[in-house]
């Protein structure tokens, strides 16, 4: 077994739990059917999922978790950037997630430095705060579905 002080640093990494808590609502829970679900891809990103798929039913009987993601890179700002970009290109709908606030989290610069305590969620009220996303695609399908595709053509 080597001694401490011969081991060596080789890389950094973050990972994230997404799950179908709402972060604005005391990370209560979320169930339902999952209408659409694209997950993050890409190099230095590891994906440890379960069961998540468009279609699938979120019961309010097991662990909320929809898939652990892992971001590596060589400095910790790579792997923090590795992480947000694939925060940003998960794409759930038909349940509430905890995206927003993970990728609030990841970009906030008490985050960014390493300085954060175990109290950073506590005395950080900011990290709450989100916009409301934009889901043009569902919109569009549902405009389509509803049969007024006849006023695109026009």
């Known amino acids: 077994m080597p001694r ?7 890389g950094h990494a973050v990972q994230c739990r997404v799950t179908t808590e709402d972060p604005e609502n005391g990370f209560t829970p979320d ?4 209408t659409a679900y694209r997950s993050a891809a890409g190099f230095g990103i590891r994906l440890d999922g379960g ?3 468009a279609g699938a039913v979120i ?3 097991y662990d909320s978790l929809l898939v652990k993601v ?3 890179g060589h400095t910790p700002d790579e792997a923090g950037a590795r992480m947000d970009r ?3 290109e998960f794409r759930i709908r038909g349940v ?3 995206l927003q606030f993970l990728e609030n989290v990841i970009d ?3 985050f960014r430095s390493g300085e954060c305590t175990t109290r950073f969620i506590d005395e950080t009220p900011e990290l709450f705060h989100s916009s409301a996303r934009r889901d043009r695609a569902t919109r569009l399908l549902e405009f389509l579905g509803d049969g007024r595709s006849t006023a695109i053509r026009r």
Do not use: K, V, W
Not at 4 to 10: M, V
């Open 86 to 88: 694939a925060l940003r």
């Open 108 to 110: 906030h610069p008490l």
């Open 70 to 72: 892992t971001a590596s």
């Open 96 to 98: 509430a997630t905890n």
């Open 51 to 53: 069961t998540a798929y």
């Open 4 to 10: 401490q002080e011969d081991i060596r640093l080789n």
């Open 59 to 61: 019961t309010p009987y």
């Open 31 to 34: 169930y339902g059917r999952l």
